[in-house]
């Protein structure tokens, strides 16, 4: 007979409770910003063999979900190990929905809780699926520019040192959010990085354009910034042939050393200055 049940869990629990009982592909469909965002988290910190994930989403959601340099490195993993196929259409004009095999739960977010009431209608949750799944199948492909964020540790790691890469990851630990509203933005913390220990200019920059990062236009830039706001300091480096380059430094010598929360408070302070 079939049945229906009340859910109300974290939005990752419930997630992780998905991963746990489904082999078949997931569909997730018009997910809210939280329930995407929560989708991301629970699939990087499952340790177990993942279904495919394949949202169906409206074509803002991704723009600002994605936004977040963390949030996008980590999707850039999940779809590069085909773990995550997200696609966008115009019309999409419904509640948020969940569908596996054998079930279908809508969605509903109250102040940031997520409450799903689960279906296990086989002739329903078949109709749904059937439906959603056409709907997904003629979506565009979500596409990111943002490189897979595993990539971007191990590459600075081999390319820029490892001290480098365990700095790299506190600072992201400290600031939480890297978007296009933080004060701190990914090209940013790489430079910050690089003076922190000392590294060209040229190898951070090089680095950053071989791993789609951004280009070495936009490290200079960054750099001209930093360097005009007091944060940071060149010091030239002479080469065999060509001119020399430049290696960075910060230009309060006291934050070479600082703990990390020190050195962030030092730089927005003269950021914002």
Not at 92 to 116: C, F, H, M, N, Y
Not at 119 to 137: G, K
Request: proline share 4%; charged share 30%.
């Amino acid at each position: 007979m079939p049945s229906a049940e009340l859910l109300d869990h974290d939005i990752v629990d419930l997630f992780h409770n998905l991963f746990e009982t489904t082999t078949e592909p997931i569909l997730v469909v018009n997910p809210s910003r939280t329930e995407f965002n929560g989708l991301i988290t629970a699939a990087i910190e499952f340790e177990g063999d993942l279904s495919e994930l394949r949202v169906l989403t409206d074509e803002q959601t991704p723009k600002d979900i994605f936004d977040d340099f963390v949030t996008a490195g980590h999707a850039a993993d999940l779809i590069a190990d085909g773990r995550l196929s997200p696609r966008s259409t115009e019309d999409i004009a419904r509640s948020s929905l969940l569908i596996t095999a054998d079930q279908a739960i809508p969605l509903v977010e109250v102040e940031g809780d997520v409450t799903g009431f689960q279906s296990d209608d086989p002739e329903l949750v078949e109709r749904m699926r059937t439906v959603f799944s056409e709907e997904w199948e003629n979506a565009d492909e979500v596409t990111l520019r943002t490189p897979p964020l595993s990539q971007v540790r191990e590459t600075m790691r081999e390319d820029i040192g490892e001290d480098a890469a365990d700095d790299f990851d506190r600072i992201l630990d400290a600031v939480g959010t890297v978007d296009s509203d933080s004060d701190l933005d990914e090209v940013t913390i790489c430079l910050l990085v690089a003076a922190r220990n000392e590294v060209l200019l040229y190898d951070i920059s090089k680095w950053g354009e071989d791993v789609s990062l951004a280009s070495k236009a936009t490290f200079s830039r960054t750099k001209t910034r930093l360097e005009d706001n007091g944060v940071i300091d060149t010091e030239k480096v002479p080469i065999e042939v060509g001119r020399p380059r430049l290696r960075l430094r910060f230009a309060d010598e006291q934050l070479q050393d600082a703990g990390i929360d020190e050195m962030l408070s030092e730089v927005r302070t003269q950021l914002e200055a």
